[in-house]
């Protein structure tokens, strides 16, 4: 009897890691995502965040993304940003982002669990990039507060437009 029970159990966690498998890899329009922790003691305005994703198709429509994972104690209902972005050729444009992480009556806009929430916020949707090679995207926080407490991760997501 403890036999098919070990049995079960391992074929139930087999099934639960190949569907995982699965559903990630059914994202075909993710070009690139990636999550940065950010200091315990707050995101200081010295803490940069740098992403490098390389893009060869310029003939594709994209949309990005920044992802914010915060604690439900952060005291704003939104997130300034700048990013910078570090094109093919070097040349760098900036631009200051306005992340809302809550609606107007307060409650959080993110999917929140046991006090963390996580946002996914739409900052450019269908572009296209001007140049094929390695782009760098750096994110800085550009709060009144330094530092700013509770934002846990940042993280940027580019995916092709559907």
Known sequence: MRNIAQRMRYAGVVCAA??????????????????????????????????TVNILDTASAYNMFVNVRHTDAYPYNNLWVKLITVFPDSTKEESKLNVFLSKPEGNWTGQCVDG???????????????????????????????????????????????
């Not at 498998?21 to 803490?47: A, T």
């Open 116 to 162: 963390m929430c996580f946002n996914t916020a739409l900052i450019q949707k269908n572009f296209t990039f001007p140049q094929a090679g390695t782009y760098t995207f750096i994110l800085e926080q550009d709060m009144r507060m330094d530092p700013l407490p509770y934002v846990t991760d940042i993280g940027l997501k580019v995916e092709k437009f559907k």
């Open 18 to 51: 190949c569907c995982f498998l699965l559903f990630i890899s059914c994202d075909e329009s993710r070009v690139y995502e990636k999550n940065l922790s950010i200091d315990k003691n707050g995101w200081s305005y010295d803490d940069d965040f740098s992403f």
